[in-house]
């Protein structure tokens, strides 16, 4: 593998961003989410319920079930879990902010109002959605957490978790490629604090830990070298599109070897529905 990558890359000691992949969130809405939708409905009888009460719901039917809001998740995705970057067919509709009390903070009500909001769920595996995050979602250390009266301003919460589908999650990782273990790090460039908090990014998910999470992201980093050595560039550019296991990989590659080959929105797109 390192003869391999020196002789497409020259320097086996430089470093390229990696991580989790940035997503694009469909901007259409889904029948079951609209206002007159199932779960619109109840999103909007909790909020009346709580306008009376003060009371924050701590029921929740699961109307993100339904196949119309997977479906709007699987455009988005691909059958990729959005923190570990590995491909699985059993994928949970995950709320990125908890709809009920944080496990970290459980004198809060969690935020309730984003139970049936989409831009809130992203598709991840039974074990990062189960076992690893379930309903932790860590701010910075003094930061307060965002309530139904802050909401405008849940922009600017401090939190510790990365949304793939707001953060610029290219920047803020490195691989070390001439690590045969293809260790995940923070982007060198990062700030302490930045670099701290990737570092527990890295470290909750298990990205290092994990025996197949690492399997996976070695075996689409040997095909991604063997692909940019071979300058198969179709083949280094279908394994770049964001729907791919670990794409991350195979996108700096490719990023370095024939960037003009990087696949288009459009492009990802077009080739996620002939895929479904």
């Not at 901007?27 to 199932?38: A, D, I, M, Q, R």
């Not at 944080?102 to 139970?115: E, F, H, N, R, V």
């Not at 794409?247 to 490719?254: D, E, G, H, R």
């Amino acid at each position: 593998r390192r003869v391999l990558f020196r002789s497409i890359q020259g320097d086996p000691q430089s470093s390229q961003t990696a991580g989790m992949r940035s997503l694009r969130r469909p901007s259409f809405e889904v029948p079951t989410l609209v206002p007159n939708g199932s779960g619109g409905r109840a999103r909007q009888r909790q909020i009346d319920e709580y306008a009376v009460d003060g009371i924050a719901p701590t029921k929740f039917p699961g109307h993100w079930r339904e196949p119309d809001v997977r479906g709007l998740l699987l455009a988005m995705q691909g059958g990729i879990c959005a923190y570990c970057g590995m491909a699985t067919n059993g994928l949970d509709v995950e709320h990125f902010r908890p709809k009920g009390k944080a496990k970290s903070d459980p004198t809060q009500s969690g935020y309730w109002w984003l139970a049936y909001d989409p831009s809130n769920y992203l598709l991840g595996c039974t074990v990062c959605n189960q076992k690893r995050k379930s309903t932790s979602f860590r701010l910075e250390r003094g930061a307060l957490r965002t309530t139904w009266e802050t909401r405008a301003n849940i922009g600017n919460e401090r939190r510790i978790l990365l949304d793939p589908s707001e953060d610029a999650i290219e920047g803020l990782f490195e691989l070390e490629w001439d690590d045969l273990n293809c260790r995940l790090l923070p982007h060198s460039g990062l700030s302490p604090p930045e670099s701290g908090r990737v570092q527990a990014v890295i470290d909750f998910f298990g990205l290092n830990l994990d025996p197949e999470i690492r399997k996976q992201r070695l075996r689409v980093h040997d095909e991604a070298i063997q692909a940019a050595h071979e300058h198969d560039w179709n083949r280094l550019r279908r394994m770049a599109m964001a729907h791919n296991e670990h794409s991350f990989v195979a996108w700096f590659v490719l990023r370095e070897k024939a960037p003009q080959e990087l696949p288009r929105p459009e492009d990802e797109l077009r080739n996620r529905v002939e895929t479904l």
